[in-house]
């Protein structure tokens, strides 16, 4: 049995969330934050549960909610983290994916200090369906749930000045996240696993696949299967009011991805922007919903951008998604290219933090 207890604050209320641009509300936060209880047992809790439910010994355990990909609160793509894993069961992780029902919900098992400095800070990922070796915004959301506990304990400023980096030991393996300050608050940028670059595909059979037009999907670019983590087929998409107006049998799409042996699922962008600032539009649209954002295609994006020249070696590009499903969410990308070599493929975006709470087992 699962109970739920969610401390809804100021943090919840869009005017009073001047804390991520206001440096004193923002030490108040972070002061009671580091103050929340961590251990996965707290007594006048657990008392009170017990009171609840007779004869149970209760068992609590801290998330954090926080908004990723973005700079306002109620936007980007949500997740849940629980600082403080150890004594959870994989079923009950599972269990508490499919009960926080996000994209992904992660599970934080702290370690020796010493360890941790050897191989990072060890999360798991799950969805409500599965555990996966790797997310994009559930990387640069736990991130930066632990630099916030970080900079309270005193291991770097509070007010950020100087650069600071967490390494997350994940299913996929190592991942660092740089954090820096800037006009938007906390920016954090992970740096994923080198790109792997599979299959292309003919635009005649995506496009049927889809039930598009083959001249909807662009020509200068491919169609191409590509993965830092986690594998997507990347489909570029001619105007923006194609993306904007998707509809496609997924069954059908999908069947697709099965028959030519390709995981994953497809990640449409285009050029067509509008906005000279905006590098990218894109939409990623799975059998159990549209994602907000999507940190883990949009890197597979960078790598494929700057192997065919859509971004020079480097290039900082501005990838917009989630405006269809009203979650507005903004992903900075860049990699580095040396030769025919890409590398150093970089996700950023800012995370806000909107609630916090305990689950009760």
């Given at each position: 049995?699962?109970?739920?207890?969610?401390?809804?604050?100021?943090?919840?209320?869009?005017?009073q969330?001047?804390?991520?641009?206001?440096?004193?509300?923002?030490?108040r936060?972070?002061?009671?934050?580091?103050?929340?209880?961590?251990?996965?047992?707290?007594?006048?809790?657990?008392?009170?549960?017990?009171?609840?439910?007779?004869?149970?010994?209760?068992?609590?355990?801290?998330?954090?909610?926080?908004?990723?990909?973005?700079?306002?609160?109620?936007?980007?793509?949500?997740?849940?983290?629980?600082?403080d894993?150890?004594?959870?069961?994989?079923?009950?992780?599972?269990?508490?994916?499919?009960?926080?029902?996000l994209?992904?919900?992660?599970?934080?098992?702290?370690?020796?200090v010493s360890?941790?400095?050897?191989?990072?800070?060890?999360?798991?990922?799950f969805?409500?369906?599965?555990?996966?070796?790797?997310?994009?915004?559930?990387?640069?959301?736990?991130?930066?749930v632990?630099?916030?506990?970080?900079?309270?304990?005193?291991?770097?400023?509070?007010d950020?000045?100087?650069?600071?980096?967490?390494?997350?030991?994940?299913?996929?393996?190592?991942?660092?996240?740089?954090?820096?300050?800037?006009?938007?608050?906390?920016?954090?940028?992970?740096?994923?696993?080198?790109?792997?670059?599979?299959?292309?595909?003919?635009?005649?059979?995506?496009?049927?696949?889809?039930?598009?037009?083959?001249?909807?999907?662009?020509?200068?670019?491919?169609i191409?299967?590509?993965?830092?983590?986690?594998?997507?087929?990347?489909?570029?998409?001619?105007?923006?009011?194609?993306?904007?107006?998707l509809?496609?049998?997924?069954?059908?799409?999908?069947?697709?991805?099965?028959?030519?042996?390709q995981?994953?699922?497809?990640?449409?962008?285009?050029?067509?922007?509008?906005?000279?600032?905006?590098?990218?539009?894109?939409?990623?649209?799975?059998?159990?919903?549209?994602?907000?954002?999507?940190?883990?295609?949009?890197?597979?994006?960078?790598?494929?951008?700057?192997?065919?020249?859509?971004?020079?070696?480097?290039?900082?590009?501005?990838?917009?998604?989630?405006?269809?499903?009203?979650?507005?969410?903004?992903?900075?990308?860049?990699?580095?290219?040396?030769?025919?070599?890409?590398?150093?493929?970089?996700?950023?975006?800012?995370?806000?933090?909107?609630?916090?709470?305990?689950?009760?087992?």
């Open positions: 049995m699962l109970g739920l207890l969610v401390r809804r604050g100021p943090i919840l209320v869009a005017p969330i001047q804390w991520f641009h206001d440096m004193d509300t923002r030490r936060f972070l002061t009671k934050f580091a103050a929340s209880t961590i251990a996965p047992v707290t007594l006048g809790r657990a008392l009170a549960y017990s009171a609840i439910i007779p004869n149970r010994v209760a068992r609590a355990f801290h998330f954090v909610q926080i908004d990723v990909f973005t700079s306002q609160p109620l936007a980007g793509n949500p997740l849940s983290v629980f600082t894993a150890r004594g959870l069961s994989d079923s009950e992780m599972q269990s508490l994916a499919r009960e926080t029902n994209q992904e919900t992660t599970f934080v098992f702290p370690r020796d360890v941790e400095a050897q191989e990072g800070i060890k999360v798991r990922i969805t409500p369906e599965e555990e996966i070796p790797f997310g994009g915004h559930p990387t640069l959301g736990t991130a930066t632990l630099q916030t506990l970080r900079a309270r304990s005193g291991t770097v400023s509070a950020h000045t100087s650069p600071s980096t967490i390494v997350l030991d994940l299913k996929v393996g190592k991942v660092p996240v740089s954090f820096r300050e800037d006009a938007d608050g906390l920016f954090g940028e992970m740096r994923q696993v080198p790109p792997v670059f599979g299959a292309l595909h003919k635009v005649r059979a995506v496009a049927k696949a889809l039930g598009l037009n083959a001249a909807q999907i662009e020509s200068d670019l491919p191409q299967t590509v993965s830092t983590g986690l594998v997507f087929t990347l489909v570029p998409i001619r105007h923006l009011s194609t993306l904007q107006s509809k496609f049998d997924l069954r059908k799409a999908y069947d697709y991805l099965r028959q030519h042996r995981g994953g699922g497809f990640y449409f962008i285009t050029r067509d922007t509008g906005d000279p600032g905006i590098g990218l539009r894109a939409r990623a649209i799975f059998p159990n919903g549209e994602d907000p954002a999507t940190g883990s295609a949009a890197g597979c994006t960078s790598a494929w951008m700057v192997k065919y020249g859509a971004a020079r070696s480097d290039e900082s590009v501005l990838i917009l998604q989630g405006v269809e499903v009203k979650r507005p969410s903004r992903l900075f990308v860049k990699s580095s290219r040396n030769g025919i070599v890409i590398s150093n493929v970089r996700v950023g975006g800012h995370a806000v933090p909107i609630m916090e709470g305990e689950a009760t087992l």
